[in-house]
């Protein structure tokens, strides 16, 4: 007979309490995560689904240090939590400078009809996009240019630490690493941040259709939604919703730019065509979650809304949008928009702005940083299987581990306070299994693999 038991160490293990565990026994809900009924855009892949353990491999690469050249910066150097996963900095730092433009916040990344990544769209879609900044010279240093190592040596150095040959073995059956697998595991972790319990949410929630007045508002920020939602016109509108759109707040995969035509090193940058949701622009308490645009050069929402009110000039590849009228019939636009917003108007909208911003975002731990302040990963728990055996009370217990690794079988009696463990090496195959003679009731197991980087 044989059942699956999914034992894992407490919180009240005895550890120290700044070690980090992993317990693959106990994953974060990550696949199934409670998504709005109105939310209906997902640019997820049929051949790369969010799963609990495939989305833990991504966590901990996400927020590894190994993966740059120096060890020094990790994809959450430039996306960190608390600010919706983007960066206070105008320009972030990386192995060898600082990046040409702005991080992006990666918040609701899925769920956006443009599934190109980049302000300027040049990654195809997310598993793409996850290993470019890797390749970067200046971000992670992997380019294989300019005295970088390439890619393949990175992938060469995860493959051999031995924390990993027990990740993947745990996610894709076998400890190879490769590039597809780490894309894979990265892009399921960032689909895997969302935000849906603003304001904006429950307004929405409980309101006969998204246009009415929502009773959670004030009267300010129903007035700054019914300006975002409104075209330009005699109404009094300023059409953001024609390319930010709800409920998502994502960007339409159509457009231009916007007008910000400046570079963070200089001269003039025209191909910037994506921009985040507009989801967690700011915190709680409506400051910031640093600057906006791709070169960073507005420092408030006030400053965002002031440019679209009055666009500087009709540049090549602006949103047409964005541009007035043609002088005449099949002409090019001379005039930039003006929207003629009123102080109060511009006000409103900031305020409404504000409305879209959650909590839990910023304090769930399934998106935070697996590793203790030292960057360092104590135990990784693994699922494991007992058999008993008929006629007697012994039992084998056996789980899937990486050939030759040393392992620990840990035992307690009341799951706070497990012993030191009896060594166990998995064989040719990466079986561990150890027969336990005696089943005591009250006495539970559980495999664990001990870093040693």
């Known amino acids: 007979m044989k059942k699956i038991i999914t034992i894992g160490l407490a919180a009240s293990v005895s550890l120290s309490a700044q070690e980090a565990i992993l317990d693959l026994t106990k994953l974060h809900s990550y696949s199934d995560q409670e998504v709005p009924d109105y939310i209906n855009r997902d640019n997820t892949p049929r051949n790369n689904p969010i799963t609990d353990i495939g989305a833990t491999l991504g966590r901990v690469l996400f927020y590894d240090k190994r993966l740059s050249k120096n060890s020094m910066v990790s994809c959450a150097s430039c996306h960190k939590q608390e600010e919706a996963f983007g960066d206070s900095a105008i320009a972030s730092v990386g192995v060898a400078g600082t990046t040409g433009r702005h991080s992006m916040r990666l918040v609701n990344a899925r769920f956006a009809n443009e599934d190109r990544f980049f302000w300027d769209e040049r990654a195809p879609n997310l598993e793409e996009q996850t290993t470019q900044p890797i390749q970067d010279h200046i971000e992670m240093g992997f380019s294989g240019a300019d005295g970088d190592p390439d890619l393949s040596a990175l992938v060469n150095r995860v493959s051999q630490i031995e924390l990993y040959q027990v990740l993947f073995t745990a996610v894709f059956g076998s400890e190879g690493v490769t590039e597809a697998r780490m894309q894979r595991a990265l892009a399921q972790f960032v689909r895997s941040i969302q935000s849906f319990d603003s304001r904006y949410d429950r307004g929405f929630a409980s309101a006969p259709n998204p246009n009415v007045d929502f009773t959670n508002f004030t009267a300010q920020e129903n007035l700054g939604k019914r300006i975002f939602m409104a075209p330009p016109g005699p109404g009094g509108g300023a059409g953001c919703a024609a390319c930010h759109q709800p409920p998502t707040f994502d960007i339409d995969p159509n457009s231009g730019h916007n007008g910000v035509t400046g570079s963070i090193g200089g001269g003039q940058d025209l191909t910037n065509r994506r921009s985040p949701s507009l989801r967690d622009l700011v915190d709680r308490n409506g400051s910031p979650h640093g600057p906006f645009m791709h070169d960073g050069s507005m420092d408030s929402l006030l400053e965002v809304v002031n440019h679209y009110n009055a666009i500087p000039a009709v540049t090549p590849g602006l949103d047409r949008r964005l541009a007035g009228p043609p002088p005449r019939p099949g002409g090019a636009p001379t005039q930039a928009q003006r929207l003629n917003l009123s102080e109060n108007e511009?006000?409103?909208?900031?305020?409404?702005?504000?409305?879209?911003?959650?909590?839990?975002?910023?304090?769930?731990?399934?998106?935070?940083?697996?590793?203790?302040?030292?960057?360092?990963?104590?135990?990784?728990?693994?699922?494991?299987?007992?058999?008993?055996?008929?006629?007697?009370?012994?039992?084998?217990l056996e789980a899937k581990g990486v050939p030759r690794v040393t392992y620990r079988l840990k035992s307690s009696v009341d799951l706070k306070t497990w012993d030191y463990g009896v060594e166990i090496e998995a064989d040719e195959n990466g079986l561990l299994s150890y027969e336990i003679p005696e089943l005591l009731k009250a006495k539970f197991f559980c495999f664990v693999y001990e870093t040693s980087e």
């Open 346 to 396: 511009k006000g409103a909208l900031v305020d409404f702005l504000g409305t879209l911003t959650g909590s839990n975002l910023y304090r769930d731990e399934k998106w935070s940083s697996p590793f203790d302040e030292n960057h360092e990963l104590a135990y990784v728990v693994l699922p494991a299987e007992v058999q008993f055996s008929l006629g007697n009370e012994a039992m084998t």
